[in-house]
Structures are given as C-alpha cells and as structure tokens.
C-alpha cells in the first residue's frame, strides 16, 4: 500500500520534500501526472465447516462469497457503465476450503476497485460493501443447523487519487525531457508512488523505465530492452532540471 513513500511524505520522513519522480512501468514516452485512486480488500467469510453429508444443512462460507461476488459485480457494472470518470473494479484472488467433500470454515477473496475520482472509489466500495452484507444475510436464512456465517472486510490499500497541472515546472520539465530524446511525451494517469505526493500537493510526476512492453500482468507478459538506456537518460535529464542546473 506505498507504504514506504507514505512514510517518506509523513512526519517520520526526512523534512520537506521539494518534488518526488517515480519510476515504474515500462517505455520513455509516458508521463503520469494524475494518480489513480484505489481501495483494496481482503472479504472472508468464516462459519463452522464440517462433513458435507453428515453436517448438511450448516451455513457455507463458499455460497456467501460466490453470491457476494455476483451482487458486487453485477450492480459494478452498471456503475461503470454510467457516464463518468473511468472507474474499474476486480475479483483478483479467491480461496478456502480443504476438501471436496467437507464444508469450508472459510472463504475468502480480494478485491480492487479503481478510479481518478475520489467519488467514483467511494461509491463502488459502498457497492461492495452492500453486496457482501446481503450475501451474508441471504446464506444465514438458508442454513437449516448450525450457527450464522460470520464476515470479516479488511482493507489492504488505499491510495488517493489526485492531479497535477501540466502546467506545473517539474510537469513541463518531464516533457521537455521526453521531447529531447525524441519520443513523444503522453500525460496520463496510473496507479504508482507518485500518488502520495500528488494527494500531499507535492509536485511529482512517474516516468517509466524504458523498453517495450505488453501483456501486463499476463501470462504472455513481456519486456524487451529496445534502446533501454534512453529511459535513463530521460530520469536523469529530469533531475538535472528539476534541480536547476542549468541556471
């Protein structure tokens, strides 16, 4: 959850922080000066698990968390669907259970919800958050024995999101920069350590670190290392301006 420049931006950090550049991704065109908000959580389910013939009939965990991912996903869609700040959202990890023939104590899953807007996030946690307590309620009514499901909603990550003018020096600075080396400079947002500072109203801004790209997070994921260097080159040319070497 960025917790290393979260500490950095705090007041344990070293004092005051005049501009912070990230690295991350890929490529030397790019240039992140929005960071993209997100809230990230852990849902478990917890009931009593036993035998799934002789203890039939007790609440299970896995019909809560599967009816929760419906309802959670189901109204997601419409709301990403309205007009509106670009806002995701995503069932990335789920587990529980021991054995095909037993009811699980537990069941688990975690989730990621995204947007520009503040607002956006918000109210597609409340979507979630909803749809987890009508799961919940909906599984209780239908054990015949035992006692009721519990639920435990742990928040992994919360990064704000926030803008910075492109009209702002260490914005410029990063295009000029870009333009030197003879790519093509592109503003954007994304999800990075420049998030912090952006939410702080410290200038900051995320370059990448070169090369060629696809398949984020894929199984056909890939990097190449096209003209590498340049990214370097670029980081550097940044620095050197930002800190006003050349006046």
């Keep these: 959850d960025l917790r290393g420049v979260r500490n950095l931006c705090s007041d344990k950090g070293p004092g005051k922080i005049d501009a912070y550049i990230a690295v991350d991704g890929t490529g030397v065109d790019r240039i992140v000066n929005a960071g993209l908000g997100s809230h990230r959580y852990r849902i478990t389910f917890r009931g009593l698990g036993g035998h799934s013939s002789g203890a039939f009939g007790l609440a299970n965990p896995h019909n809560a968390l599967g009816a929760a991912i419906h309802y959670w996903t189901k109204d997601a869609d419409k709301f990403a669907r309205e007009k509106g700040v670009r806002v995701t959202y995503n069932v990335g990890v789920i587990g529980g259970g021991t054995s095909v ?82 790519a093509k400079p592109m503003l954007g947002v994304g999800s990075t350590n420049a998030n912090i500072p952006i939410s702080k109203g410290i200038p900051a801004v995320c370059i990448g670190s070169g090369g060629k790209s696809g398949g984020a997070h894929a199984l056909s994921e890939y990097w190449l290392d096209d003209k590498g260097y340049r990214a370097g080159q670029r980081a550097l040319l940044l620095l050197l301006a930002e800190a006003g070497v050349a006046k």
């Design 101 to 182: 023939n037993s009811i699980p104590f537990e069941s688990w899953m975690e989730v990621d919800m995204r947007s520009a807007n503040q607002d956006r996030v918000t109210k597609i946690d409340q979507l979630l958050q909803a749809a987890v307590q009508k799961a919940l309620k909906e599984e209780n009514a239908m054990k015949m024995i035992g006692p009721d499901l519990t639920v435990e909603v742990k928040l992994l990550g919360d990064r704000p999101s926030g803008e910075e003018n492109e009209n702002l020096p260490l914005v410029q600075e990063a295009i000029a920069a870009t333009a030197f080396i003879g």
